[in-house]
Nanobody
């Protein structure tokens, strides 16, 4: 059974950091890419990053480039998203999803991802 479980969300002050994790089960992580998406209230789902666990290749949307960093933990079938210099506009529910590739093409097309986690909320507020 394919599952993705996000963790690490929470409340943080502007300028602070959080580290999200996405733990996969039921499939071999290295055979796929993992995308990170977020959805703020009243807004469309936004693709912000992806990682190819086999190679470590990462891609970032302009909105998070230079602040967010993706990584993989092969031993735990888990990928992470380190989020630094958080802003109030980063407030959203964050999701990871399984996809076939990592590029701007993929993170701008949520339909390219077949399994999604349940999401973890991130609130950036003072």
């Amino acid at each position: 059974q394919v599952q993705l479980v996000e963790s690490g969300g929470g409340l943080v002050q502007p300028g602070g950091s959080l580290r999200l994790s996405c733990t996969a089960s039921g499939f071999t992580l290295e055979h796929y890419a993992i995308g990170w998406f977020r959805q703020a209230p009243g807004k469309e789902r936004e693709g912000i990053s992806c990682i190819s666990p086999r190679t470590g290749f990462t891609y970032y949307a302009d909105s998070v480039k230079g602040r967010f960093t993706g990584s993989r933990d092969k031993g735990k079938n888990t990928v992470h998203l380190q989020m630094n210099v958080l802003r109030p506009e980063d407030t959203a529910v964050y999701y990871c999803a399984r996809g076939g590739g990592c590029s701007n093409y993929f993170i701008t097309r949520p339909r390219e991802y077949d399994y999604w986690g349940q999401g973890t909320p991130v609130t950036v507020s003072s």
